[in-house]
């Protein structure tokens, strides 16, 4: 078997199509030398609105500061409760500690990977202001018992969107709308490897209400909406007029790299379906999936030992997350032990995410499906 070169992202490629477009975007920006603020980044904004269906969208400098900017307008105080999966990055928990807020911890669903529903409501208390859903992998949470609890306890739901730009929610009435923008306030990232990722960090808020819209685009400004008047305390959380000019042009190609990425886990699913030791996967019936990552769970204990079988082979394999939140130093609570959230526990042994991006090819696929199939054999 030949062995095709295998990046868990290839940027390169990507980058190698549309270079003649960003570089005449980056052109553009260095000959206007409008380095911060600049029309780019308010154009994107509107683009990425569109695009999405949010009402505004405010960009910001990176995924973090945007869960970070949304929860400081919601006027949270010291020690409210905010829920959220405790299988996530790690920066859904960072912001609510960093702020002094209390995570609380629910475990995911072992289907969907997102935060069980069911466990919510046993969750709430006096102190909750807040949850945060995470469409981990890229595909949704299960948005619509989470905003009807949300709204029988009056709590803000913040969306966790960074791995999702692009995911469709289905509503039971037939009502279809875009990850990011069902909460009060949605955030993603447009780090390099997430599913629209720019040459840098960057990030963005959505939100519908236009109050709070102005109240978001003030806290990334320094707190100010006049220059040098400082209203409220803000922090300073700007998209680099450059990145904007470069997500432009990467946008138009959102929907095929959407695409690619589905194409690719098509493949996934062909090739892979009979190994009894592999879970895929699964499609929830409420929600497109827009594989920001391919997760496979791998039974038997395998996990460590596949992944380095492929690693030898050439195969790049990652985990998302090797060690739960809550075993975290920087997260652990008093009074939740080891067991505590079993699901996610069981996942971080099992977990592991393949190669997907924008520009695999078949004999890729191939290549690392054989090495699966031939683990299996041989392992
Ligand atoms: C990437 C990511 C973030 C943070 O985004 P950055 O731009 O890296 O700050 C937050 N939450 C999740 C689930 C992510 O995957």
Known sequence: MSRPEIRMVDLQTQYARIQHEVDDAIASVLNSTAFIQGPPVQKFAQELAAYTGAKHVVPCANGTDA???AMMALGLEPGDEVILPVHTYVATAEVIALLRLKPVFVDVDMDSFTVAVDQVRSKITPRTKAM???????QCAHMEPLLALAQEFGLHVIEDAAQ????????????RQSSGTMGVIGCTSFFPSKNLGCFGDGGAVFVNDS???DTIQMIASHGQRVKYQHDIIGVNSRLDTLQAAILSVKLKYLPEYERNRQAAAAHYDRALKDISWL???ARMPYSTHVFHQYTVRVGAGQRDNLKKYLEQQGVPTMIYYPIPLHWQKAYRQPGVAEGAFPITEQLSKEVLSLPIHTEMTEAQLSYICECIIRFGIHG
């Open 279 to 281: 879970t895929l996967p």
């Open 164 to 175: 999702s730009l692009g995911a469709m929610y289905s509503f039971s009435s037939g009502q």
């Open 67 to 69: 869960l970070q900017i």
């Open 132 to 138: 945060v859903p995470v469409h981990l992998y890229g």
């Open 211 to 213: 109050a709070l819209a």
